[in-house]
C-alpha cells in the first residue's frame, strides 16, 4: 500500500544506526537534523525526525541542523518557525556531548537568531571546539538539504569537508522492519504539535490508496 511504503520511508530516514559509533550527541527538542557527514539525516517538514540522541564514528564530524517548533507570533497567534540552518564541524572521541541552543519561544526571538546564530556543544558542561556556519539556501521553498551540503563541502569555508577532511567512518543507514517502521511514526507522531499532527493527518488521508 502507498501510505506504508510512506511510512517506512519516513522510519528509514529518521533511522541512523552507525557501526563502531563511540561519540553520543545529545539533542534538545526542537532541534531538527538535516544532514549528518554528508548523508541525510531524515529532515521532515512536520517535525516527524526528532532523534535525542545521534550516534557518531570517533573522529571529526559534520551535522547540520535547525531549529523548528512552535512559536508565539503576536497576542495569542502561534507559527511555526525554522532557524537558518547551521553547519557544525568537531572533533571527539569515546565521549557524550550535548547540544545547547537559546530557548526561543517567540518569533521576535527567532527572527534575532537568525541574525546571530549561536550554540555550543558542551562535554561535561564545558564547550568544546567547533567550527560553525550558515548553510545558504536562498528563496527555495524545498531545499535539497544534502546537494547544498555537498555544494558547501566542496567550497573552502570554515566548516567544509574540503577544508578540513574527514577521517571518520561515515554513518551507515538501516532499514527498519515494519514494526519497527510503526514503533518509529508512532513515536515521531506523539512529540509533535497539535498543528503538526493535524497536518499529518490531512496529508496521510490524501495520499491513502
Given at each position: 500500500?502507498k501510505l506504508?511504503?510512506?511510512?517506512?520511508?519516513s522510519?528509514l530516514?529518521a533511522?541512523?544506526?552507525?557501526?563502531?559509533?563511540?561519540?553520543k550527541?545529545?539533542?534538545?527538542?526542537?532541534?531538527?537534523?538535516?544532514?549528518v557527514n554528508?548523508?541525510?539525516?531524515?529532515y521532515s517538514?512536520?517535525?516527524?525526525?526528532?532523534r535525542?540522541?545521534?550516534?557518531?564514528?570517533?573522529?571529526?564530524?559534520?551535522?547540520?541542523?535547525?531549529?523548528?517548533k512552535i512559536?508565539?507570533?503576536s497576542?495569542?497567534?502561534?507559527t511555526k518557525?525554522?532557524?537558518?540552518?547551521i553547519?557544525?564541524?568537531?572533533d571527539?572521541k569515546?565521549?557524550?556531548?550535548?547540544?545547547?541552543?537559546?530557548n526561543?519561544e517567540?518569533?521576535?526571538?527567532?527572527?534575532?537568531?537568525?541574525k546571530?546564530?549561536r550554540?555550543?556543544?558542551?562535554?561535561?558542561?564545558?564547550?568544546?571546539d567547533?567550527?560553525?556556519?550558515?548553510?545558504?539556501?536562498g528563496f527555495?521553498?524545498?531545499?535539497?538539504?544534502?546537494q547544498?551540503?555537498?555544494?558547501?563541502?566542496?567550497?573552502?569555508?570554515?566548516a567544509?569537508?574540503?577544508?578540513?577532511?574527514?577521517?571518520?567512518t561515515?554513518v551507515?543507514?538501516?532499514?527498519?522492519?515494519d514494526?519497527?517502521?510503526?514503533e518509529?511514526?508512532?513515536?515521531?507522531?506523539?512529540?509533535?504539535s497539535?498543528?503538526?499532527?493535524?497536518?499529518?493527518?490531512s496529508?496521510?488521508?490524501?495520499?491513502?490508496?
Open positions: 500500500m506504508k511504503k510512506i511510512f517506512l520511508s522510519a530516514l533511522l541512523t544506526a552507525p557501526t563502531m559509533a563511540q561519540v550527541l545529545a539533542l534538545p527538542k526542537g532541534v531538527h537534523l538535516l544532514v554528508e548523508q541525510d539525516a531524515g517538514a512536520l517535525g516527524f525526525n526528532h535525542p540522541v545521534l550516534e557518531l564514528p570517533d573522529g571529526q564530524n559534520q551535522v547540520v541542523f535547525r531549529i523548528g512559536v508565539m507570533e497576542g495569542s497567534l502561534k518557525y525554522d532557524s537558518v540552518p553547519v557544525a564541524l568537531f571527539a569515546e565521549t557524550t556531548l550535548s547540544l545547547e541552543v537559546p526561543i517567540t518569533l521576535a526571538q527567532g527572527q534575532a537568531y537568525d546571530d546564530p550554540f555550543q556543544l558542551l562535554n561535561n558542561g564545558q564547550p568544546i567547533v567550527k560553525s556556519d550558515q548553510l545558504a539556501v527555495t521553498l524545498s531545499p535539497d538539504y544534502l547544498l551540503t555537498r555544494d558547501y563541502n566542496r567550497s573552502d569555508r570554515v567544509s569537508l574540503k577544508t578540513n577532511p574527514r577521517s571518520a561515515p551507515q543507514q538501516s532499514v527498519p522492519t514494526s519497527k517502521a510503526d518509529m511514526l508512532k513515536y515521531w507522531f506523539e512529540q509533535a497539535p498543528e503538526s499532527r493535524k497536518a499529518f493527518l496529508w496521510a488521508i490524501q495520499n491513502m490508496d
